[in-house]
């Protein structure tokens, strides 16, 4: 529908306006915005008591309803609009608390305030995983970029080369980010990955620690101990761990007795453990 502007042509008088109509007001950037500039002065002058807490009481009821507003800002995020405007209204007692009425409108200092409190609580309390604080302004950034590239109907989902060029970041920090976008909320281990019959959870799909391994790292950690060893102990630990030889004939082999051998491989045994478990031997001194 189009709105026709009546025009004026030259010769006819102007219409006059009613001077009984109300005068025209000057609009409030928001209706939310009280003038409470003689309470902050109050407050200001005021000690510690009941006087004082009543003053700072009627500020945060006059105030209340623009930290409702910011915290509608950041509904269908995955928290309760209730709580959100519990957490904004921790942040505008804090700013109410920490404002000095000489500095300027209070509007400007509780606004920035409030909003910092209310993203405060989505960093530090909404994360499922916990994530370093540079890759949580990554994912922002990313979100935001994601968002501003698909707002055309049809647009194609952006690549990671598109989101680089996009927000300023390399391509390695907007994987970073993307990969934090699925940390804010966690999968369960009994969540059914199949939707058929046959269903199964997360938890059937992961790994079980491995014996193996401990074997493995065992042997690793023995192998510089070993080689240290003087060659006759390594044959007599070879031979009776490798060729599963008898003490009896280790040391007919060796021809030595048999209590020899068996003191021999104690004393082999453990120097190979204290040297993997990083602890070198004592050695007795001896006096003549």
Same mark, same amino acid.
């Not at 042509?9 to 939310?32: I, K, L, N």
């Not at 003053?55 to 105030?63: E, K, N």
């Given at each position: 529908?189009?709105?026709?502007?009546?025009?004026?042509?030259?010769?006819?008088?102007?219409?006059?306006?009613?001077?009984?109509?109300?005068?025209?007001?000057? +609009?409030?950037?928001?209706?939310?915005?009280?003038?409470?500039?003689?309470? &902050?002065?109050?407050?200001?002058?005021?000690?510690? #008591?009941?006087?004082?807490?009543?003053?700072?009481?009627?500020?945060?009821?006059?105030?209340?309803?623009?930290?409702?507003?910011?915290?509608?800002?950041?509904?269908?995020?995955?928290?309760?609009?209730?709580?959100?405007?519990?957490?904004?209204?921790?942040?505008?007692?804090?700013?109410?608390?920490?404002?000095?009425?000489?500095?300027?409108? %209070?509007?400007?200092?509780?606004?920035?305030?409030?909003? #910092?409190?209310?993203? +405060?609580? &989505?960093?530090?309390?909404?994360?499922?995983?916990?994530?370093?604080?540079?890759? @949580?302004?990554?994912?922002?950034?990313?979100?935001?970029?994601?968002?501003?590239?698909? @707002?055309?109907?049809?647009?194609?989902?952006?690549?990671?080369?598109?989101?680089?060029?996009?927000?300023?970041?390399?391509?390695?920090?907007?994987?970073?980010?993307?990969?934090?976008?699925?940390? &804010?909320?966690?999968?369960?281990?009994?969540?059914?990955?199949?939707? #058929?019959?046959?269903?199964?959870?997360?938890?059937?799909?992961?790994?079980?620690?491995?014996?193996?391994?401990?074997?493995?790292?065992?042997?690793?950690?023995?192998?510089?101990?070993?080689?240290?060893?003087?060659?006759?102990?390594?044959?007599?630990?070879?031979?009776? %761990?490798?060729?599963?030889?008898?003490?009896?004939?280790?040391?007919?082999?060796?021809?030595?007795?048999?209590?020899?051998?068996?003191?021999?491989?104690?004393?082999?045994?453990?120097?190979?453990?204290?040297?993997?478990?990083?602890?070198?031997?004592?050695? +007795?001194?001896?006096?003549?």
């Amino acid at each position: 529908m189009l709105i026709e502007t009546p025009t004026i042509r030259p010769g006819t008088p102007e219409p006059v306006q009613d001077s009984t109509a109300p005068a025209a007001t000057p +609009r409030r950037r928001h209706d939310d915005a009280p003038d409470t500039a003689e309470l &902050f002065t109050r407050l200001s002058a005021l000690e510690d #008591g009941p006087e004082r807490d009543a003053v700072r009481d009627a500020l945060v009821t006059a105030w209340l309803p623009m930290a409702h507003r910011i915290a509608g800002r950041f509904r269908d995020r995955g928290e309760s609009i209730e709580d959100l405007r519990q957490v904004a209204a921790l942040g505008l007692v804090k700013a109410i608390d920490r404002f000095d009425p000489e500095r300027g409108a %209070f509007e400007s200092y509780a606004v920035p305030t409030i909003t #910092g409190e209310v993203k +405060r609580h &989505f960093r530090d309390r909404m994360w499922a995983l916990r994530v370093p604080r540079r890759v @949580q302004e990554l994912r922002n950034k990313v979100r935001v970029a994601r968002r501003e590239l698909t @707002q055309s109907p049809g647009s194609p989902e952006p690549s990671v080369a598109a989101l680089a060029a996009h927000t300023g970041l390399t391509e390695d920090e907007v994987s970073a980010g993307m990969e934090a976008l699925e940390s &804010f909320s966690t999968l369960s281990l009994d969540a059914e990955l199949s939707a #058929g019959d046959d269903g199964y959870s997360l938890a059937d799909v992961l790994g079980a620690a491995d014996a193996s391994y401990d074997t493995v790292i065992d042997r690793e950690s023995a192998k510089e101990g070993l080689r240290r060893l003087p060659e006759r102990e390594r044959a007599i630990l070879y031979m009776r %761990f490798f060729e599963d030889m008898t003490q009896s004939r280790i040391a007919d082999r060796l021809g030595i007795s048999q209590m020899h051998v068996s003191r021999l491989i104690s004393r082999s045994c453990a120097r190979v453990r204290d040297e993997a478990m990083g602890q070198r031997p004592v050695r +007795r001194r001896t006096t003549v």
